[in-house]
């Protein structure tokens, strides 16, 4: 009898989930935005294909309207109409991490997305995610779903549905809470050449060392990932998003020293002494491993150096947390660039406005 009522239990939560879900796509169908989570972060979405829908999610976002969008499917039949064309590079990569957290920029078929989602560019940005939420709003829209993070256009991305609330309550027409998002840090974007070649545009939750396998011709780094600025310049258009402007800051400012462990935490505690001698409320993002070397007024761990997929899931709500903390100035510890940590010392160094101490 017990086990009986449990499974009405369940069940109802389940008919509830889904009856949320159908409302939630009847919005998005009728032109409407809502938050919505994925594997990596809560997203933004609207109807792709709706000009005033994707112009909510600018609005909204406060997002400059040449930084593309990614659009999410449901399912790889949602490609015809959207794309002119798959080589065997992307096709490999869809089969391989589809569906997850990479984004392959395709072919744009002519008039199948707002122009707003490709920013003028003759591409779009595509990928499934590995959400069973997501997966199923996704169906229930009936469309495809273009969706960046759902913060304030320069703020962390939100990894829980009360970060999107903070950001965008009042803004949006719904959110759908389904607790914390996994990886933490957004999809891999790549380019899959005809010639088998796969460039990362920016790197994120599939590594490098996964993609290998299945790039014949090899895995290179866009060069704007590798320049001083890491972005392109002020006149070109991104070729992807999350390359030209500055990400996922806090409201202090954020400074990252990289070096080996001694001299890194010498200089990140001299910068912390001095900064609260001028006043400031100060705080510092360290690795496990270095915690007891520190001394200011909110410490935070990103976890231990060997599990970067730590570091990953808790940058974001670490920032969000210095704002809600009031910390004024910041310094954070590099990690190492090799796998996950590629992504994560990319969100870093943006969210730090590129600001970097060598020692």
């Known amino acids: 009898m017990g086990g009986g009522s449990d499974h009405d239990m369940n069940q109802a939560r389940l008919d509830e989930i889904e009856r949320r879900l159908n409302e939630a796509g009847e919005v998005l169908a009728a032109g409407g935005t809502v938050a919505f989570p994925t594997e990596t972060v809560y997203g933004l979405g609207a109807d792709a294909r709706n000009s005033k829908a994707v112009e909510a999610i600018f609005a909204a976002k406060g997002r400059p309207s040449d930084n593309p969008l990614i659009v999410h499917i449901a399912s790889t039949h949602q490609l015809e109409g959207l794309v002119t064309g798959i ?118 939750g599939v590594t490098v060392e996964e993609l290998a396998p299945f790039a014949k011709g090899g895995v290179q780094r866009d060069p704007a990932l590798r320049s001083g600025a890491g972005v392109p310049g002020p006149a070109a258009a991104p070729r992807s998003p999350g390359m030209k402007y500055t990400h996922y800051a806090p409201k202090g400012e954020l400074r990252v020293v990289a070096g080996s462990a001694p001299q890194v935490a010498d200089r990140i505690q001299a910068e912390l002494d001095a900064a609260k001698a001028r006043g400031e ?33 808790r940058l974001y709500a670490a920032l969000r947390r210095f704002d809600d903390s009031g910390v004024t100035v910041m310094l954070a510890e590099a990690c190492p660039e090799d796998g996950l940590g590629a992504a994560v010392m990319n969100r870093l160094l943006k969210a730090a406005g590129h600001r970097i101490i060598f020692v």
Do not use: K
Request: glycine residues 12%; aromatic residues 4%.
């Open 281 to 313: 409320i100060t705080g510092v993002l360290a690795f496990d491993e270095h915690l007891p070397f520190y001394r200011a007024d909110c410490v935070l761990s990103l976890g231990s150096l060997a599990r970067l997929e730590t570091a990953a899931h």
């Open 87 to 204: 080589n065997d590079t992307a096709a490999r990569l869809m089969e391989a991490f589809w569906p997850g957290p990479l984004t392959i920029v395709l072919p744009v078929m002519e008039g199948a997305v707002s122009p707003g989602v490709t920013a003028g560019l003759d591409t779009v940005a595509v990928r499934m995610p590995d959400h069973e939420v997501a997966l199923q709003l996704i169906a229930a829209a009936g469309c495809p779903l273009a969706a960046p993070s759902a913060n304030r256009s320069g703020r962390p991305s939100p990894t829980l549905a009360d970060h999107v609330r903070e950001d965008l309550g009042g803004r949006i027409d719904g959110i759908v809470d389904g607790g914390a998002t996994g990886v933490g840090v957004e999809s891999t974007v790549v380019l899959a050449g005809d010639d088998g070649i796969v460039t990362v545009l920016r790197p994120g």
